[in-house]
């Protein structure tokens, strides 16, 4: 997340093949709800239900770390 610039992206998938980028204000929205990942990892066309897991949990990790003061020192 780039305030300054109004920006924010995260990438889901490079387990095994290439990485999809997400971005824009409703894609990050999405990121917030299980509903939203999920439905989010539905368009990367994620099969494997534990790439999903992973990916849905980093995807959570990421979001506390940008929700967390410490995050944005970054």
């Known amino acids: ?10 990438l889901i998938g490079a387990l095994s093949g290439m990485p999809q980028v ?7 929205a999405a990121l917030r709800t299980p509903a939203g990942v999920a439905r989010l990892l ?4 994620l099969d494997d ?3 999903r897991d992973v990916h849905a949990e980093m ?3 990421a979001l506390a770390d940008l929700d967390s003061p410490a995050g944005r020192s970054a």
């Open 49 to 51: 239900l534990y790439e």
């Open 42 to 45: 539905d368009d990367t066309g």
């Open 22 to 28: 997400v971005d824009g204000a409703d894609a990050m």
């Open 1 to 10: 997340v780039d305030p300054a610039r109004g920006v924010a992206r995260a």
């Open 59 to 61: 995807l959570r990790r």
